[in-house]
């Protein structure tokens, strides 16, 4: 089946420093990825949509001076966190829409603590 | 206004118990609903879609009510494995991003 690999698993920065998550589409193009964002006993929220050579779209309230993503090729996205603080601590996850037209395909998720 | 309510929970069941989860959404106009489950620090997966004649999976069986904005989900002879948070989908159109719950904690136990 279609595979989206995330790295890394997980990951402890210090408060001022960068982390960059990515994801891999293994075997389909993943023309859009979809970025999500999950703190403790809450849902996965929406934090950008991001379409292959093109800008980003992020959600309200998301700076996206801050998280920062690029979606260069077919097969890979990337989030950087940006001068991460402690209230970024969160579990990050990506997803893309297909293969398939009704499919979606889950990253394994990034827990990210910042110390 | 919340997009998609779902109980919190914990449900704390015995093995072979049945439990309901119910799931409201707040867009008419959303064309795809899903049931996902997501197990403690992992990604959520696929457990079932959800169609408006309502579908079964084994001891999974799904129900939705359009004029309701209302989903369901029933588990039958619930296993130690169920234990996890479930989470209600929904979906605007397809290829845009999943609306998620907050999901509900099921707890299983022998």
């Known amino acids: 089946g279609a595979v989206v690999s995330q790295h890394p698993s997980r990951v402890i920065c210090k408060s001022g420093t960068s982390v960059k998550i990515e994801c891999r589409s293994l075997?389909?193009?993943?023309?859009?990825m979809f970025w999500y964002r999950q703190f403790p006993k809450q849902s996965l929220m929406l934090m950008a949509t991001s379409n292959e050579g093109s800008k980003a779209t992020y959600e309200q309230g998301v700076e996206k001076d801050k998280f920062l993503i690029n979606h260069a090729s077919l097969t890979l996205s990337t989030l950087t966190v940006t001068s991460a603080h402690p209230e970024d601590s969160s579990f990050y996850i990506c997803?893309?829409?297909?293969?398939?037209?009704?499919?979606?395909?889950f990253g394994s998720g990034t827990r990210l603590t910042v110390v | 206004r919340k997009e998609v309510e779902q109980d919190p929970g914990p449900f704390n069941v015995p093995e072979g118990a049945t439990v309901a989860f119910n799931c409201t959404y707040s867009?008419?106009?959303?064309?795809?609903f899903f049931w996902y489950r997501q197990d403690c620090r992992k990604e959520p997966k696929l457990l079932m879609s959800?169609?408006?004649s309502g579908n079964e999976d084994g001891r999974f069986t799904a129900q939705l009510n359009r004029a309701s904005q209302y989903i369901s989900l029933l588990i039958r002879d619930s296993k130690l494995s169920d234990s996890a948070t479930y989470l209600c989908?929904?979906?605007?159109?397809?290829?845009?991003?999943?609306?998620f719950g907050k999901g509900t904690t099921l707890s299983v136990s022998s």
């Open positions: 867009n008419s106009a959303s064309q795809s």
């Open positions: 989908v929904v979906n605007d159109q397809a290829g845009t991003a999943l609306i």
């Open positions: 997803s893309t829409s297909g293969p398939d037209t009704y499919g979606y395909t």
């Open positions: 959800v169609y408006s």
């Open positions: 075997d389909f193009q993943a023309t859009t």
